[in-house]
């Protein structure tokens, strides 16, 4: 070991060594896996699939096997690797451990620290996925430039990530910014996908949407264009609203107003300085965040009003880009 | 400067040295101040008047000389103050900087800069009250031992004060926490204090209370122990509540109601390990907290729903406790 003089001019070299970051982000059929150089700038992306056999006890190993394989292929060294960061899709407590993660068959595992095993001791951290992909956003997406940032993801359902200078929110539980689950319609007679009634993701997703355009055709007289689609979906709505069409223009708006709702509600929490909207439904872009922000800004707390809104920029690569910023912390 | 062998040894002096923290909770009429030890040790606690004559710009002049005469009299050297912590009735930066405090009649005001300057250079941190008091109920009171904290205060209205990981969410905009202004009811009539309509606090506030009370008395043609009482407060309804009135019992359970589901909704934002409840209206006990956890449980969303439920310990005190706390971050 040196000393003194030395000292400093050799930590930077150290660091400045550590010039790769892996991200990977695991799903119930692929995993997504990012280089990328700490700077922020993704160099390669690919996938591979995600094995659940076995209760998914491959899992982890055929990530490392297609980490060390790029390491090779790249000529980079493990000493080159700040670190490699995972999402996981289920809840991930502040070590890095699954309790059971049904998504990929697992009950308990370690992830941070086996992984880090199979990877010559490089640092690995864990994390939710959606939180991860929020993270992401806020790094280099839609939220660039925040600390506070709510990432809503209007999907299948609706899920969320909050992050709070600059970390995320995991929960006690692993449930931070499931905001998709708030209870909006307590009168609500249809269940949703988590047993409860009228979850916002009842409305405020492709499928909630599409549940309100059915809704609306079958109470409506008026002939929209939306009579000679032949399946409703969250795309058909946005297009025959984009056309002017008036029971469509009703929809969205009923859509908008939970939503905008549902956000005003998650500003009197974690008051953020800015909401990045992502998911397919974002697809239907500016018009959406219009829709939904002329409902925020009519309905929130004075204070919280002026939280801006932004569409998430980093599509499906959300979750790889907020793995590799898990690393940088 | 001396250096290596004998630097840890001097450090560990320097550190046991910083043996007192003060906190101040600067209220519209009153400032609480607190004496400590940085074990978390209340050594002693009194009362200025707040002065808000001239725009409140004699508050932190006085809040200086009442430190300064304790220390006097206690012969502190500032050399053994390890900071100042301050509470603020109104949004604070990240900087400890308030741009407008109505009740304190300030515009802007660098309150952590500006006391420090009044008070040797001894290190100042100021936050908002609300969130200081939870921090303070996180540190040695009903939330003592959990990092991720939700602090709910029912008193005129409902304040909320939101601990992750040990540290208060302030917001973008001060309003992390503002949970008493979450729209419960988008079909309400009456207009909430903060001008918008069906906000948590007129439902689960001593005000909300007895206004829920009031109602059900014109509403009810039952025979009620509150027909026979001068004036509905919180405190009648929780009386005859516990004395087994049906009508008391149904206010309770409406307002049990708002308030679990409210919490439910808060959950699935952050997700807090327990919420403490505090405030005027928690003087009911554990009856209220019965009555809210019961609610909270039936309508949560599943990975949130073992959340504890604790009452707040320190009463008036929590905002000085949590103001010491700020300091030892």
């Not at 990012?34 to 996938?47: D, V």
């Not at 988590?194 to 979850?199: E, N």
Request: charged share 20%; proline share 2%.
């Amino acid at each position: 070991m040196r000393c003194a003089a030395g000292g400093a001019e050799e930590g930077n070299e150290v660091n400045s060594m550590k010039k790769y970051g892996f991200g990977v982000d695991v799903g119930g059929t692929t995993c997504k896996i990012g280089l990328f150089e700490t700077t922020g700038t993704l160099l390669e992306k690919w996938e591979i699939p995600t094995d659940t056999s076995e209760n998914g006890k491959y899992i982890l190993d055929n990530v490392a096997k297609a980490l060390k394989e790029k390491m090779t292929e790249k000529q980079i060294a493990s000493e080159e690797v700040q670190g490699i960061g995972i999402g996981i899709p289920g809840p991930v407590d502040g070590d890095g451990e699954v309790s059971v993660c049904v998504n990929l068959g697992w009950g308990h595992v370690a992830v941070a620290k086996e992984l880090s095993g199979k990877m010559y001791g490089i640092p690995v951290k864990a994390a939710n996925d959606a939180n991860v992909a929020a993270l992401g956003e806020m790094w280099q997406g839609g939220g660039k430039g925040y600390q506070d940032v709510v990432m809503v993801t209007l999907g299948t359902g609706v899920g969320g990530g909050i992050i709070v200078g600059g970390k995320i929110v995991a929960g006690a539980h692993g449930a931070g910014g499931e905001i998709g689950h708030i209870t909006m319609n307590p009168h609500e007679t249809e269940v949703c996908g988590c047993g409860r009634k009228g979850c916002l993701e009842q409305y405020s997703s492709a499928t909630g949407l599409a549940r309100l355009a059915r809704q609306a055709l079958a109470e409506s007289h008026e002939t929209t264009v939306l009579d000679d689609v032949a399946e409703i979906t969250a795309k058909a709505v946005f297009d025959a609203y984009k056309a002017g069409d008036k029971v469509a223009a009703g929809v969205v708006d009923k859509f908008a107003a939970v939503l905008g709702r549902g956000l005003s509600i998650v500003s009197c929490v974690a008051d953020p300085e800015i909401f990045v909207i992502g998911g397919g439904v974002s697809k239907a872009g500016q018009p959406l965040l219009d829709a939904v922000q002329k409902v925020f800004k009519a309905e929130t707390f004075a204070a919280c009003r002026e939280a801006k809104f932004a569409l998430a920029t980093l599509g499906n690569d959300a979750g790889i880009y907020g793995c590799v910023r898990l690393i940088l912390e």
